[in-house]
């Protein structure tokens, strides 16, 4: 397993930007954001694999963009143009080469966003 750190949530106005980041303990696999809104399912948001091939949920395809810095062993989201939909925790998760959280076997503890209206 890997070690992931989340930072850079907090509380945005719709419209805002905010950058996350995912600070992983070693390199060698495809990253991926999912997020979890109060009282709905842990949802994908996007992944990139080793060499930055991406992939989108259609519902932040062109707002948000997921990169990586492997030499940092880190990874990012950076949210423009953010919804009050948007509000969430997210995770960062390795190890899955699915969209579906039950693939994936290690996880940050999560940092959470909030859009305000």
């Known amino acids: 397993q890997v070690q992931l750190v989340e930072s850079g949530g907090g509380l945005v106005q719709a419209g805002g930007s905010l950058r996350l980041s995912c600070a992983a303990s070693?390199?060698?696999?495809?990253m991926t954001w999912f997020r979890q809104a109060p009282g709905k399912e842990r949802e994908f948001v996007a992944t990139?694999?080793?060499?930055?091939?991406?992939s989108y949920a259609a519902s932040v395809k062109g707002r948000f963009t997921i990169s990586r810095d492997n030499a940092k062993n880190t990874m990012y989201l950076q949210m423009n143009s953010l919804k009050p939909e948007d509000t969430a925790v997210y995770y960062c998760?390795?190890?899955?080469?699915?969209?579906?959280?039950?693939?994936?076997?290690?996880w940050g503890r999560g940092t959470q966003v909030t859009v305000s209206s």
């Open positions: 990139i694999n080793l060499i930055g091939g991406t």
């Open positions: 998760a390795a190890g899955g080469l699915t969209s579906q959280p039950k693939d994936f076997s290690s």
């Open positions: 070693r390199r060698g696999f495809s």
